[in-house]
């Protein structure tokens, strides 16, 4: 199993750009999430996922959107790149929608110029 | 508004025990669960409590009292490389399972 996979690890942006963070996992787990953490925070949850066709926003979802067509793809849509959104995104999972244990992807490191 | 609290940086020395506590205001939720990362690493799972009481996993114990709306973690003969953030999250019942995060504990250990 690879677990949680994100790509890109690393992605330098000019404000107004639009690009996707991919997000896979191969456990079969229906509940997946997108969270950025900033210098010295916390995670704050961007949109989540709680099975194929089922999105929803979380706590900071202006600026983002996602789909999920598969059970095992989560990718996250950043619309129109800004400065704030300059941040290390993290995907996870969990196995059931109250799964005890979430899996986490490395992380995508964003920079926004 | 939902929230939890944890100090945001806690110091101890090597081979001591340390307790890092999360406070809570929430609706009801499934269980606390705690995460360790490191500088530049992932959140990695360590703990989770359902019911009330202790759950212990070789050096790290974890605690909660839902009538007090608390919880903590502790930590048993430090080691350098427990020097990490360390989460408290719960997930949500009314609120389509999501997870809720503290802002972490900034664990520093001394020699």
């Known amino acids: 199993n690879a677990g949680v996979t994100q790509t890109p690890k690393f992605q330098v942006l000019k404000t107004g750009q639009s690009m996707t963070l991919q997000c896979a996992q191969d456990?079969?787990?229906?509940?997946m999430s997108w969270y950025r953490q900033d210098p010295g925070m916390g995670l704050r949850l961007i949109h989540y996922?709680?099975?194929?066709?089922?999105?929803d926003q979380g706590e900071v979802p202006n600026g983002y959107n996602v789909s999920r067509s598969t059970t095992e793809d989560f990718p996250l849509r950043l619309l129109s790149a800004a400065p704030s959104q300059t941040s290390v995104y993290f995907c996870?999972?969990?196995?059931?929608?109250?799964?005890?244990?979430?899996?986490f992807g490395p992380g995508t490191r964003l920079t926004v110029l | 508004g939902q929230s939890l609290e944890q100090p945001s940086e806690v110091t101890a020395v090597e081979g001591a025990i340390v307790q890092i506590n999360c406070t809570y205001q929430?609706?009801?939720?499934?269980?606390l669960s705690w995460y360790q990362q490191h500088d530049g690493g992932a959140p990695t799972f360590l703990s989770y409590?359902?019911l009330d009481g202790l759950e212990e996993t070789g050096r790290f114990s974890s605690f909660l009292s839902r009538s007090d709306s608390y919880g903590y973690l502790l930590l048993q003969e430090l080691q350098m490389k427990d020097s990490a953030s360390y989460f408290c999250?719960?997930?949500?019942?009314?609120?389509?399972?999501?997870?809720?995060w503290g802002a972490g504990t900034k664990l520093i250990i001394k020699p």
């Open positions: 996870a999972s969990s196995l059931g929608l109250a799964g005890r244990v979430q899996y």
């Open positions: 456990m079969n787990h229906e509940y």
């Open positions: 996922s709680v099975g194929a066709g089922i999105t």
């Open positions: 929430t609706s009801g939720f499934y269980g």
């Open positions: 409590n359902a």
């Open positions: 999250a719960v997930r949500l019942m009314d609120s389509n399972y999501q997870l809720i």
